[in-house]
């Protein structure tokens, strides 16, 4: 029989950045040590002429003080070493919950691959230990990959990209914390975005400040959040962080869901499956009631609603998929399918035409559900035993690109809940719709006709490799299946054509954009899906 508290917490939520200081009762840990976690992270590409933002970060230093005596930073490719830096001057003593420095490398002159290595030296009152990169037990220690584009981000004019669904450090609990908002736009700004949304955890923004075991009524931590995000406004005109909430509820079946809330000052509680307390599973809220609370100007997505579910999480916390009638719920702006990983999409990409073919206008985004993870993605393997290390969930690697009139958050919640955004996690494309007189209908707009000029545009960089598939699919409201509109192999970075459309009833029109992993930076074919224009 199961009883409260005999199965560690560790085993059914397996995201990072790894807290590693939090042992189960009556369980040792191999991966617990006196010193705080220590952890050096930076993009996994940068975009040409910038410097390389490296993140250095310390957490729990409050309950392990220590000093750091010296941070080394050596720059590598290929076996040449290209530079080394100090950091510190002199020993510097971590004392604090949360310390964390961005240090700027030069990256003139640089190009493709490089590594980056960080040696810490930290001292207490024993000995004086070295470590690369982080501190975990088990863990590769390997440097850190970064590409330094020679090409920007592919670009149509007005995209904007962003990621949609990610953690600061106001996500923490017993085996996970994010990263630091400020740190964040810095990073992110070098890899190329212009936005992302902060979605922390409904049941770790209802904690208190210092205790993630224990609620506080008075949301702290949610209000130390927007406030957080109201100075970033401020300090960055350029960059928008969009306040948003990954909140649990419940769907049709009762099993617990996460929705992203984006666009809303309000909080809305979803403790159903943060393990807070054993067995009472249930999340103060449905889907269907959480998504007629509409706050002005805020949109809602089903977070990764394909991605399989652990069997530990279904049992234990009564987690469960997005399942079809969960996806049709009136009040759902659209789906986050593309999460930082292959796991999920393809069911993801099948679900959302199926709702498509059933007339309900779900938008499509993309983020990653990162935790920091910039780099590499470093998660509890063999709980209490091991880190596992993989390259999904990094911050930026799938984008939402939005054709905004501002890098604004009111401007990019508009044009998501409009639906004039893509999906990419390389090349730009973009549909746009023709009226008879020559009038411009974007990605989102239902204009009244059965006949329709469209402009495919397209665009790739030797990043990402040239365009090798082009396919303009339609839907005809009430069919099974979309149908192929026109298709191309394409061949070269950019694309254009003009198309005549005629349609025989209610129907809709989508982009699909592939290249060839050949010569790809990541040796990886890469993809664009844009958002549907509506006829009829």
């Not at 939520?13 to 006196?34: I, N, P, V």
């Not at 040696?119 to 501190?135: A, C, S, V, W």
């Not at 020679?150 to 990263?179: A, C, K, M, N, W």
Request: glycine share 8%.
């Amino acid at each position: 029989m199961i009883t409260p508290g005999c199965i560690p917490f560790e085993i059914i939520l397996l995201f990072l950045y790894a807290e590693t200081h939090y042992r189960f009762r009556f369980f040792l840990s191999f991966l617990k040590k006196k010193e705080p976690e220590l952890i050096a992270d930076a993009p996994f590409r940068v975009e040409p002429g910038q410097s390389i933002p490296l993140l250095l970060l310390a957490k729990d230093s409050d309950r392990y003080p220590i000093w750091l005596r010296k941070v080394l930073i050596t720059v590598s490719q290929g076996s040449k070493e290209i530079r080394r830096l100090e950091v510190l001057r002199k020993s510097l003593r971590l004392s604090a919950k949360w310390w964390w420095k961005v240090v700027s490398i030069p990256a003139k002159e640089l190009e493709g691959w490089i590594e980056i290595d960080v040696q810490f030296e930290l001292q207490n009152d024993k000995e004086i230990r070295t470590y690369h990169n982080d501190n975990y037990r088990t863990s590769s220690r390997s440097p850190l990959r970064v590409y330094v584009a020679s090409h920007p981000l592919p670009r149509l004019g007005g995209v904007h990209y962003g990621d949609i669904h990610t953690h600061s450090d106001y996500t923490e609990d017993q085996v996970e914390f994010g990263v630091p908002l400020d740190a964040a736009v810095r990073l992110s700004g070098a890899l190329g975005l212009s936005f992302f949304a902060v979605t922390d955890h409904s049941y770790d923004l209802d904690d208190a400040i210092d205790n993630y075991l224990k609620n506080d009524a008075a949301r702290p931590k949610w209000k130390r959040l927007g406030a957080n995000i109201d100075k970033l406004a401020l300090r960055h005109r350029d960059f928008a962080v969009i306040r948003g909430e990954e909140v649990s509820c419940r769907s049709a079946s009762g099993h617990n869901l996460h929705l992203l809330r984006l666009g809303s000052r309000e909080f809305i509680p979803g403790s159903g499956d943060g393990a807070e307390r054993w067995f009472r599973t249930r999340s103060e809220h449905s889907a269907s009631e959480l998504l007629g609370m509409a706050s002005m100007g805020a949109v809602f997505f089903a977070a990764h609603p394909a991605e399989n579910v652990p069997i530990l999480q279904r049992v234990l916390l009564h987690r469960g998929s997005w399942l079809d009638r969960d996806i049709r719920l009136p009040g759902l702006t659209g789906v986050q399918f593309a999460n930082g990983s292959a796991s999920g999409f393809p069911r993801g990409l099948r679900q959302w035409t199926s709702a498509l073919l059933r007339g309900h206008r779900l938008i499509a985004v993309a983020g990653n559900d990162a935790h920091g993870n910039f780099n590499r993605f470093r998660q509890l393997g063999i709980p209490f035993f091991s880190i596992r290390e993989t390259q999904e969930h990094l911050f930026g690697r799938m984008r939402t690109g939005v054709f905004s009139a501002s890098v604004r958050e009111s401007s990019i919640l508009r044009s998501l809940s409009a639906g004039r955004c893509i999906v990419t996690d390389g090349p730009v494309a973009q549909l746009v719709g023709r009226t008879a007189a020559g009038g411009r209908i974007p990605m989102g707009s239902h204009p009244f006709t059965d006949q329709l000029g469209i402009e495919v545009q397209a665009k790739s960089s030797p990043e990402f490799g040239r365009i090798n598939r082009i396919v303009v699919f339609a839907g005809t409201l009430g069919e099974n299946h979309e149908t192929v509109l026109w298709q191309s192999q394409g061949g070269d970075f950019d694309f254009f054509k003009r198309l005549r459309c005629k349609f025989r009833g209610p129907s809709y029109v989508r982009l699909e954009v592939g290249t060839s992993s050949e010569n790809a930076f990541d040796s990886r074919p890469h993809f664009c899906l844009t958002n549907p224009i509506w006829v009829g």
